[in-house]
């Protein structure tokens, strides 16, 4: 047999939609930086103070007792059990066997856009968001069609708000998905109970799937619950029933100091379940059984760590905000939910460029907003999670010292 | 606005090809052992050896030391050299720069499927095969073709083989991914370096992409290499240019005892790695840096732990293998790679029947062939991988004793 001859020098790639991806604008500014180490990074999603010695602790004995075996794609039912219980002192119980443990929160999003995602089918998208949660959707074939939050250009102290109205407009019997982030990565905004209600309430008429990214829930600073009651933002679990579409995303990540450790799970309608766990098999099989040992260790120290760990951001929150609303040119609202600060510079357009530009000359590291879509064009995203809340006054003096006052 | 009330009742569901994928009939027959400790399990791929400890001790001493955060997302450097320089010892080198560092053998599999394939293409997979390269396929919206190897019907102890003509007249430039795991799982069929030229210069005149699922490389029993070499089964890094249409997929799994880790690896061109670095982050962002710690001292454990973990192998090998071939109405071929007999019982046509009447009526637990697609239906996989080759012997008892011999 013969075929046309590949033309010579064609380079081999990944398919269209995969290629056009955009890289992390993120690890560009990052990259940026590479080889210096007087640069104070503020540009990643995570603390800079490492897992609590128990939880590690706890890893580490599952390792010596050779726990080094396949497990179930589920998750250990002690793991999934120790989720259930916790998740019940949040919100309205959710039976362990509704539970699916998973490597990372994004590798929950993953599997529930595979779950869920036709080639072709439309996927709505609140933005500016991570970035990760619309590429997910494009790379299972979606068309995604993003809703912008407003920021009043004049106001842009007042915060992220979203357009109820516009939104349930947007979401017709062709939309397959909508994918929701609140607490909201980079923005801080957060969806109050009543929205969640009136978006439950649409999508369960038009047969949509909410599949809501909650890693920020217990990283909340709004109206509080009943006194007493641990910190939670308002969640879809409050409302929803066990069939209704909706998919919730957890992590470990930010409320235990465990970013590096990729384990999450997500909240599923029973129906779901044993589509999930396919799926999990063919992604990644399972988490590692150590790596879980340190959940249950986690879950296990409870609120004492979460209040720790979300008191400390609160510390952070308050200690920065302040500092960069009172910074001439800067435009910033007080956020009241996640561990960022999103704000503008007067007469800065590029926030791609603007944060090379304080990396070079200021030694401070900031994510772009543009990383989080063009909607996020014109802003930074300072991470403020930091063991030491002098890190960020000491960020905000190169700030001004970058931004020339 | 008023959408049309979903009918009553009507229960979540995933998309229909997710729903649609074959659960696993592995876990079907183990499944029915739950609850039952007097089971003698050789259904998974895995040794019931664990990981060895100085690998261990190095993911534990990552913990103490707090490396509990983000990493890269193709992998820490020096695991990436680590891996360069260990493959390099046994095919010509292949630069860190094209290994990617992933969440397990079957996590690079799929991000290699979510790299190349766009809904409708074209997928041929040489069959029977590890149910999960194709249900990954398949998730992506492929349409996989299966190529069936041959076993003679009054001749299977002469194993399987591969018709090279014909499966090189099924590839033609519609196909966009060529699918080969060799050494197989579940045949223990090998490729030879012959047929892998062959497919790579047939492949590169059809611009076809080959994932190679090259993880069982180090457990290969067929002609040796040159004398004192480590050995490896014929490989396509030993044929391939870098800038070939060409993905070889590894692990920690098989070969460093390591199956619960979820560690693996590929080769790629060096066009493809951007993208590959983008669906990693996408999918698990990084494998866990104290995960990484413990491959890299894997790797310095080195040919001295390969050959271990290989020998003892082929020590289960040459245990398990004259038994079953001396038992009546069992037909079997010797494998030349991999860790599984593959075998038929004269009169058995139904292997899922067989394996469960096997675990209900004789403590024997066997993978059914028809759980590596219908090609495999009236087999049975016995994975040989035992810390005790007495195991083994123990499993041909309650094997005989199950068909009444």
């Known amino acids: 047999m013969t075929f046309p001859t590949p033309a010579p020098g064609r380079v081999p790639r990944a398919r269209d939609s995969v290629e056009g991806l955009p890289g992390s604008r993120i690890r560009e500014v990052a990259n940026a930086a590479l080889g210096r180490d007087d640069v104070l990074p503020f540009w990643f999603g995570e603390s800079d103070e490492p897992t609590p010695a128990p939880v590690r602790e706890a890893a580490a004995a599952s390792l010596a007792a050779g726990e080094t075996f396949y497990s179930h794609n589920l998750g250990l039912p002690a793991l999934r059990e120790a989720i259930a219980a916790y998740m019940a002192g949040l919100h309205p119980a959710v039976g362990a066997e509704r539970i699916a443990v998973t490597s990372g929160g994004v590798n929950a999003l993953m599997v529930a856009m595979q779950a869920l995602v036709d080639p072709g089918d439309e996927v709505v998208a609140v933005v500016p968001l991570w970035p990760n949660l619309t590429a997910q959707a494009q790379i299972l074939g979606a068309r995604v069609r993003r809703f912008a939050l407003r920021s009043d250009s004049d106001r842009p102290q007042d915060g992220w708000r979203l357009d109820l109205d516009g939104l349930l407009a947007a979401i017709t019997p062709a939309t397959r998905v909508l994918l929701l982030n609140a607490p909201n990565n980079p923005t801080g905004w957060t969806l109050d109970a009543q929205q969640q209600a009136a978006l439950l309430a649409h999508c369960r008429a038009t047969g949509t799937w909410i599949v809501a990214d909650e890693v920020y829930e217990r990283v909340y600073f709004g109206p509080g619950r009943a006194v007493g009651a641990p910190v939670a933002a308002p969640s879809f679990l409050d409302l929803g029933a066990p069939d209704d579409r909706l998919v919730v995303v957890h992590s470990f990540s930010k409320s235990f100091l465990m970013t590096g450790w990729r ?68 435009q910033v609202a007080t956020p009241a939910g996640g561990m960022y600060a999103f704000f503008r510079v007067d007469g800065e357009a590029d926030s791609l460029a603007l944060a090379k530009r304080l990396v070079a000359e200021a030694g401070l590291g900031l994510a772009p907003g543009v990383a989080f879509g063009d909607e996020g064009e014109g802003w930074l995203r300072w991470c403020f999670a930091s063991r030491d809340p002098a890190r960020l006054e000491e960020g905000v003096r190169r700030l001004r010292a970058g931004l020339g006052l």
């Open 263 to 330: 384990l999450g799970w997500m909240v599923l309608p029973p129906a779901l379940v044993p589509a999930v766990g396919k799926l999990l098999e063919f992604n990644t099989s399972c988490a590692p059984v150590f790596v879980q040992r340190a959940g249950i260790a986690a879950l296990g120290l409870g609120e004492a760590l979460v209040a720790e760990v979300t008191g400390r951001l609160r510390l952070c929150r308050d200690t920065l905000l302040p500092l960069l609303a009172a910074t001439p040119r800067v």
